[in-house]
Structures are given as C-alpha cells and as structure tokens.
C-alpha cells in the first residue's frame, strides 16, 4: 500500500494562511493548517458585543486585482461581503470637517472573520501553540508556511536558520476601542450628512474611527476607534488601562456622551511599516522547503495584499512541488 503524501502544514489562520491552503487544495495538495487560536481569522477578528459582532481588527476590504475581485463577488453573492461606501471624513487638525472619496469598501454583515472561515471551509483547522517549527516534524512535511507577521515568523525558526534574517519589517502596535451606544448621533459630524468612518489628523490618540453599524449594514449605534501607533505602545501591558483616554478622545473628536459599554483590543502586530515589493518568501533551507507570506508581503499592507501573498505562495509552492524542483 503506497504511504499517504506529506503535507504542506500551513502556520497561521488568517487571511494569507487560508488564501495558501486554499491554493494547495486547488493544486491537489495535502495540506494541514495549525493555528494558536482558539478561532480562525487573526487580524480579521471579530468580538461578540452585547450578542453582536464587532470587527476589531481590519476595518475593511478593498479589491483592485481582477483575481481578488472575483473572490469578493463570490462572498458577495453567497450574503458574506456586501459594499459599504467609498467616503470617509476627514476630521482633526486646522481643517474644518470634509468628506474624502476613494476606492469601495468592503464590509462583512457577520464579521470579515466570516471571509476567513469561508475560505477555510471544509478545512480542520489544528489548534496548537507552536514554539518551533521543529515541532512539526512528526508531520514529516512537504514544506512548512508561515503565515503571520515578520515578528512572529522569527520566533518559530532558530536564530541562525539562513531565513530569519530577511524576516526584518518591522510592525506598529494598534488597540482597538468598541463603544456601544444607546443611540445613534454623529451622522451630523460628515459635511454629507452620513457618517460611514473617520480619518483622524494630528492626534495624539485617535487615528480611525469606524462605523460598525454601517459597514455591518445594520446601524448598529456602535464605533470602533483605532489608536495611533505611538499611544498604543505605552499601553500593551494593559491596554483596558488604556479605554478611558481613548473614549474621551472619542467624545472630542465626534461631540459625543458617555456610551453604554466598551472593550479595547490590543494588536501589538497590527500593521506593518515600509515596504516590500516580493509578494511572498519561498525557499529551499536545511530544515526543507519554507514560505513566508501575509500583509507584510508586497507594496501595501492590506486585506488584498494578504489574500495574494498567500495565494501566490501557495500557486509557487504547489508548482515546485509538483516538479520536484
């Protein structure tokens, strides 16, 4: 009897993790993913707030690559992504309050986590706290990926592996504030009358603020503020430590009142900084053939970025494969 093929063991469920599996599937792979959490989606996370989901991570989506455009279409006719608006205000700085037009946005009516579990459907998703990639060597793998950030990547590999020195960008921390109102009334703060979310200039707190009613398309009166990366890092050791001066920040910046209830996320790896034009990391090193991918990978730190990093590294690594080259 001819023995099973090894797998390709995919590290990292998120986005660029589920987008690699997904490839390899495709190609008629073997693949095993195994992720430290207790759910899927890392940094397209979402929180159950008074029995509704609240996206804490990405805000958003946007789609240019006709590849990637298709994969939203598919979401969007099976109800999982829906369009959210393509204006977002301008507030903070000298400036009075404007309204700023840019690519459509895409929000999910359950959570963009719900983009995630869709790409792994049909995929068991290990759960496991790896130290290091030698962890996974009972597995006997065709090739390992790791999906996750730089940071994170290093921590897996010995300190001299011939890789970990090219696992070198570096990413700012973010925390995330959900605030829960009994009502709805900021729409007055957009000049248009509608407010969707908020670029927020020369703070020293505040950064984004989103309407999670309105990209979840249920009005919901609930805000998500993302912090400026300088805030963010004087509060990782306690970041609920950290909600009163978000929130009145969040009162200033919108003219708002105390809300009903609040919750700060920490993402000490929210998003990375400089750029990288390789869509991904492939190589053949002394522990076997090993691929890096996610945001980190490619000339802009997105959602889309992420999807491609690991779909192009799973297309790569299932051709190599298949060669045996």
């Not at 570096?170 to 908020?198: H, I, K, M, N, Q």
């Not at 053939?289 to 970025?305: A, I, N, Q, R």
Request: net charge negative.
């Amino acid at each position: 009897m001819a023995s099973a093929p090894s797998p390709v063991v995919v590290v990292g469920a998120g986005i660029s993790g589920a987008a690699c599996a997904r490839a390899l599937i495709a190609a008629g792979l073997d693949v095993r993913v195994v992720d430290r959490g207790r759910r899927v989606g890392g940094r397209m996370a979402s929180r159950r707030i008074d029995e509704r989901p609240v996206d804490l991570g990405a805000s958003y989506l946007t789609a240019s690559g006709d590849d990637f455009t298709a994969v939203v279409r598919g979401w969007e006719g099976r109800g999982l992504a829906r369009p959210w608006t393509d204006t977002f205000t301008v507030l903070g700085g000298d400036d009075a309050p404007s309204d700023k037009d840019g690519p459509l946005r895409w929000g999910a009516a359950t959570g963009l986590r719900s983009l995630v579990e869709d790409l792994l459907s049909g995929i068991d998703v290990e759960s496991q706290e790896l130290s290091s990639v030698g962890e996974l060597t009972a597995l006997d793998p065709a090739a390992v990926v790791l999906a996750m950030p730089d940071a994170q990547a290093r921590r897996l590999l010995p300190a001299d592996h011939p890789v970990a020195a090219r696992l070198d960008r570096e990413f700012e921390p973010v925390l995330a504030l959900a605030a829960a109102y009994d009502e709805r009334t900021w729409d007055t703060v957009s000049p248009g009358g509608r407010f969707d979310g908020a670029f927020v200039n020369d703070d020293d707190v505040l950064a984004w603020v989103a309407d999670d009613g309105r990209r979840r398309g249920d009005d919901a009166p609930v805000l998500v503020a993302h912090s400026t990366p300088e805030f963010a890092a004087g509060h990782l050791e306690d970041p609920q430590a950290a909600g009163p001066a978000m929130m009145q920040a969040l009162q200033r910046v919108l003219g708002l009142g105390a809300p009903a209830s609040t919750f700060v996320q920490r993402w000490s790896l929210a998003r990375p900084t400089g750029e990288r034009e390789d869509p991904y990391l492939l190589e053949d090193t002394p522990t076997g053939l090993l691929g890096v991918c996610g945001d980190g990978w490619g000339p802009t730190p997105k959602v889309e970025t992420a999807w491609r990093s690991g779909h192009e590294l799973g297309k790569a690594l299932a051709a190599r494969l298949s060669t045996g080259g």
